[in-house]
């Protein structure tokens, strides 16, 4: 009877350890899942629309800080160093003539902004401009500044021949740059590998 | 040289490099290789060694084609 007694009390004792450690073990895994799943599952358009706001912070987003901090500093020197070497007027902006001024023509004898006039065809004939934008407001500044610094009483002109192709290249090539890297953190953020983390 | 860099006006001026353009190729080639090896590398910690690497590859692979573009022009052009 007392042996019985003696053995229900152990058995007792051992599921409440048992539980206790279950009830935390539990408690772990769920703060880790909650950890996880707050940086993962983060709607892919919202890490795409981040990515293009300021390069490399999807990444950031999916919780890989080192590799966004690479990533983003990399483009944005890029970028730069593309301004610094042609100058601002490497933004060629469509719609905009070599004086900073709005290009007009003629529609039912009316004037009319050629960008609106023919949308297509005008950054069709400044296709770079499609992978400069890909920088984000980085490059809407560096639009604005290439427009104001084309116009005015002292209008800046732009570089010529080798070193505007250059600058040219740098911003494209950066802006083409961030598209990859956009590309990257969206597909990550849709496809969480099980060592996450190890990029961070 | 000296006299250019210091009459250069950031943003507003291009950089005075028309002699020494084909440098700028190098800063080009490094970040393509760092942001393609951000991409490509499962470590961050692999970033820096694999993207040296790459980027030896594609200045020497770029020599390589200037020197068979240089060498295309000699045997036909000049040689010839």
């Not at chain 1, 279950?22 to 899942?33: G, L």
Request: glycine share 8%.
């Amino acid at each position: 009877m007392k042996t019985q007694g003696l053995t229900l009390l152990a058995r007792r004792i051992r599921d409440d350890r048992t539980s206790h450690l279950c009830d935390r073990v539990a408690r772990i895994q769920y703060r880790r899942f909650m950890s996880q799943s707050s940086v993962r599952h983060l709607p892919t358009p919202l890490i795409a629309l981040a990515g293009w706001l300021v390069p490399g912070f999807g990444y950031a987003l999916i919780g890989e800080r080192k590799r966004a901090i690479i990533a983003g500093t990399t483009i944005l020197l890029t970028f730069l160093l593309g301004l610094l070497i042609g100058g601002i007027r490497v933004i060629d902006v469509p719609g905009y003539g070599p004086d900073g001024a709005k290009k007009m023509v003629t529609v039912n004898k009316a004037p009319m902004w050629k960008l609106r006039a023919d949308v297509v065809g005008e950054i069709m004939y400044k296709p770079w401009y499609i992978a400069q934008s890909m920088n984000g407001p980085v490059n809407l500044l560096a639009t604005w500044g290439s427009i104001i610094a084309g116009s005015g009483e002292h209008p800046v002109k732009a570089s010529t021949a080798r070193i505007f192709d250059i600058g040219t290249l740098y911003t494209a090539v950066a802006g083409m740059l961030n598209l990859l890297v956009i590309i990257d953190a969206t597909y990550r953020a849709a496809h969480p590998r099980r060592d996450v983390g190890a990029g961070a | 040289m000296t006299a250019l860099l210091a009459s250069y006006t950031p943003l507003l001026q291009p950089l005075p490099l028309w002699d020494y353009w084909v440098w700028l190729i190098i800063p080009l080639c490094v970040a393509v290789s760092v942001v393609y090896k951000t991409i490509k590398c499962q470590h961050v910690h692999q970033i820096p060694r694999e993207a040296a690497g790459i980027t030896l590859w594609i200045i020497t692979a770029m020599i390589g084609v200037a020197a068979g573009v240089w060498l295309t022009y000699m045997v036909f052009v000049q040689w010839t």
